[in-house]
């Protein structure tokens, strides 16, 4: 599933320490509530239980599309796994029932 680039909040840029990575596209807490239609507390109930992992900067936090997609691959598990499953392994499971 991809994620729909949001125009509204300014692109940020992280280098991280010892890597050579630079990730871009770091989203905010709005922009995570319009691309999974959620409430701020929810995404706050969710970085507090360690579901929904960020980036902290100071008094702001960040994330990333990385985070936000293995986010919504654990958290709506039925979509990716009805993905991953073959119509051979299907079969394969009717005609053992």
């Not at 680039?5 to 596209?25: A, D, H, S």
């Not at 770091?26 to 995404?43: A, F, R």
């Not at 990333?64 to 990716?80: G, H, V």
Request: glycine share 6%; charged share 35%; proline share 2%.
């Amino acid at each position: 599933m991809r994620i729909p680039k949001i125009k509204k909040g300014p692109q940020y840029k992280l280098r991280l320490t010892g890597e050579n990575k630079v990730m871009e596209n770091l989203h905010n807490k709005y922009d995570l509530t319009e691309i999974l239609g959620v409430s701020i507390s929810t995404i706050d109930n969710k970085m507090k239980d360690g579901s929904l992992s960020y980036y902290k900067f100071g008094k702001s936090v960040r994330f990333s599309e990385e985070q936000i997609k293995d986010f919504m691959r654990k958290n709506n598990r039925e979509q990716y796994t009805s993905s991953m499953i073959t119509d051979q392994e299907v079969e394969r499971l009717r005609k053992s029932i």
